[in-house]
């Protein structure tokens, strides 16, 4: 059968012959006839080629708007149904377009859209053939999805799509029916087994932390692998040791490798030279741990067992709870004092462990079925403890109103020249201490006049030549706020203490002497005795991070300050301070902020002076009093965030974020160019290093170099800090 493009009837004529053929599944197209057929269009139009294919397949077809122009699909000699559509849909890919099946209805789309659009799923073997966009799911077995997925995307068309699906193992590819196939059978050589199964070799005589980084290098040149944690080399070769049962677990790429790999610890696993009759020495460099505490521990755990550890600890060495606050006197309370850093820590000698704190080793005598149970509760022990992020928040809010309003007077009554006169009048001493009547003339009369703050509305008279105040009337209304937030930071280790201390150092007096005795009365030999005392903010913390991420604390806050106000008498006792401190123990999770207490305070004060009887007069009774009013709000609370470093990835970047955030300060706070004064450039942290980079030897200065605006994530330099939101 020969199909030509000719206009009107022949076309239709096609259209209706083929219309003949039973319609077809969904995936197959099966025509009753199966007589083979030739088709030639040459420069036709889509729309009229696509009614022509929807007549021979007996499949309804929808055509997108947003298709159009002229196609090519011939043949020089007859063929099948199925293979003309296949040609159809060719011919459609090389125009940009996609034929997409769904629910039930062909639809011929631009290709972009095609994997939108697309309705049938398959799962398993591909069962379409052809340039029809479908969707597949193929479970994997063994290899992980997420590195099959850079191999497979360049042989994914632009337009169509790959993910992958860690949760159930799977890929799942968006693309031609035909390109789907071959993919498949990618994918079916690349999921295979990567390597043997875990082999376990028991050692006899080594241990098996201390085999484990020399089989992992001889085996593929990587790096030592760390309990608990695989690391494969470079070869794929795996080596994990177990300490509880003296094992190393082996995975190697193949049987020979594994062979190789079992050969190496045959010939390693021997017995150690420097067995005696006592026993053998080993020496172990610890990783994490310090030596001397670790020491101390062992040898308490092993002395239990009755002796059998050939020695008791020195006199000399340290308990546990003494080597556990370097600094700290032991037993001493938390809030106690004690600082700087702790001396250099002697050799720890005794028993059948040694310690060397130079370089942080334990020299182990012992024999060698009891150095390998020493060895196993050791690297147990010796592993890196996380560290713990303290932002302790101080949140002060104080405010007060204050009101004050009095009346005075003063006259004379008599004629000049008269013995006696009457003086009648009333003073009051307002509450800032100034304004009284009385020692206003006093001081006007020295040349002084100072009537106090707010209004003052007075009359004057003169009394034989001197003018004075005669009446006074004083009004005032006071308002104070005060925002202060202190943000005392500081790192430490898990289950160790540390402290800061952000304030000044203030003497103060304990003793003197001032004898005398001397001629003529004179003073001998006087002298003081001065303490002095941290005087501002000090937090000490003891974290101890539990399950699930909940840090329990133990806490000593203080928030301390000089008084400016020394009462009359003390001054010569030296300053006063005021002090207000937190001590207790609390549980907050990673990240999250706990209240940890705090002052709330209201206060009204109110004084009144009158006249007895006259000052209740009502209206004229203010001429005979005076009255102030004061009220004070003051909200102090105390917030504490704890956030856990478990790695040197978290300390990093957290270190990063702060020093990008004091840098940008930095460069918002240098001065402006000025050609008078020389100075231009104010020191300025160095930019930070990229990972790998080896860091500034030293901080340089503000250059031409420098960026000019600061990083985004850093506050203004002016900014008030604010207590940051909890993590999730």
């Known amino acids: 059968m020969n199909l030509r493009h000719l206009p009107g009837g022949v076309l239709a004529l096609a259209c209706l012959v083929f219309a003949t053929m039973a319609p077809a599944s969904a995936q197959t197209f099966a025509p009753k006839s199966r007589a083979p ?31 159009k122009g002229s196609i090519t699909v011939y043949s020089e000699q007859p063929q099948s149904v199925m293979e003309a559509w296949q040609s159809y849909q060719s011919a459609l890919r090389g125009l940009g377009f996609a034929v997409v099946e769904s629910g039930g209805l062909l639809k011929v789309v631009p290709e972009a859209d095609a994997k939108l659009q697309a309705g049938t799923v398959s799962i398993g073997e591909v069962g379409v053939r052809g340039d029809q966009v479908i969707t597949q799911i193929f479970a994997l077995r063994y290899e992980n999805p997420n590195n099959l997925v850079p191999v497979l995307r360049p042989l994914i068309s632009a337009n169509n799509t790959i993910n992958a699906n860690p949760a159930s193992n799977s890929l799942i590819i968006t693309d031609y029916a035909e390109n789907l196939q071959r993919l498949g059978k990618i994918i079916a050589a690349l999921d295979n087994p990567s390597g043997t199964e875990v082999d376990i070799v028991p050692l006899q005589h080594a241990v098996a ?101 050939g020695g008791t600890a020195s006199p000399t060495s340290p308990t546990p709870q003494q080597a556990a606050l370097p600094g700290t006197p032991a037993n001493a309370p938390l809030g106690s004092g004690g600082g700087g850093l702790a001396t250099a820590a002697q050799p720890n000698t005794g028993g059948f462990i040694q310690a060397d704190p130079a370089t942080n080793s334990l020299i182990i005598t012992a024999p060698e079925p009891l150095y390998k149970q020493v060895r196993a509760l050791i690297d147990q022990l010796d592993t890196r403890r996380a560290q713990v992020y303290i932002e302790s928040m101080i949140v002060e809010v104080a405010g007060g109103d204050a009101a004050d309003f009095g009346f005075q007077w003063q006259g004379l009554l008599g004629k000049s020249g008269d013995k006696t006169g009457l003086a009648v009048g009333t003073n009051f001493t307002p509450a800032g201490g100034r304004g009284n009547i009385i020692g206003v003339n006093t001081g006007a009369v020295q040349g002084q006049i100072n009537v106090g703050e707010g209004l003052n509305l007075g009359i004057l008279r003169a009394y034989n030549g001197v003018t004075t105040l005669a009446a006074i009337a004083r009004a005032l209304q006071s308002q104070s706020e005060t925002n202060i937030v202190s943000t005392p930071n500081l790192i430490t280790l898990d289950n160790e203490e540390a402290k800061i201390v952000v304030g000044e150092n203030v003497p103060f007096i304990t003793g003197q002497f001032t004898g005398a005795g001397g001629a003529g009365g004179a003073t001998v030999n006087p002298f003081q005795t001065i303490e002095r005392k941290d005087v501002g903010i000090t937090l000490r913390i003891r974290p101890q991070i539990g399950e699930g991420g909940a840090v329990r604390m133990t806490i000593f806050q203080e928030q301390s300050s000089v008084k400016q106000d020394t009462a009359a008498g003390t001054s010569n006792a030296g300053p006063s301070t005021t002090k207000r401190s937190i001590e207790n123990t609390v549980v907050v999770d990673d990240g999250a902020i706990l209240v940890l207490g705090g002052l709330i305070e209201d206060r009204f004060i109110t004084n009144k002076s009158k006249v007895p009887l006259l000052g209740d007069i009502p209206w004229l009774g203010a001429l005979f009093r005076s009255e102030s009013r004061e009220r004070r709000r003051t909200n102090l609370i105390v917030f504490l965030r704890p956030i856990v470093m478990r790695d040197a990835d978290a300390a990093n970047r957290f270190s990063a974020d702060r020093y990008d955030q004091i840098r940008g300060q930095q460069q918002s706070a240098q001065p402006a160019p000025s050609v008078v004064m020389p100075i231009n450039q104010s020191p300025m942290l160095p930019p930070r290093p990229a990972q790998g980079e080896a860091p500034a030897s030293a901080p340089a200065s503000a250059s031409a170099s420098a960026p000019a605006s600061a990083p985004a994530s850093a506050p203004p330099a002016d900014a008030a800090p604010s207590v940051p939101a909890a993590r999730p």
């Open 37 to 67: 057929v030739t088709v030639n269009f040459v420069n036709a139009d889509i729309d009229g080629v696509t009614r022509a294919f929807a007549a021979m397949i007996g499949r309804a077809i929808v055509i997108d708007p947003r298709v």
């Open 209 to 309: 932390a201390d085999l484990a980084p020399l089989v992992q290098r001889l085996s593929d040149g990587g790096g030592a692998a760390v309990a608990g944690v695989p690391a494969g080399g470079a070869g794929g070769t795996t080596v994990v040791a177990d300490s509880r049962s003296n094992s190393l677990l082996i995975r190697a790429a193949n049987a020979a490798r594994l062979a190789l790999v079992r050969a190496n610890i045959a010939q390693l696993d021997r017995p150690s030279t420097l067995l005696g009759a006592g026993g053998g020495m080993w020496v172990v460099h610890l990783k994490n741990a310090d030596a001397v505490r670790l020491a101390t521990v062992v040898r308490a755990a092993f002395g239990a067992f009755g002796g059998s550890t």
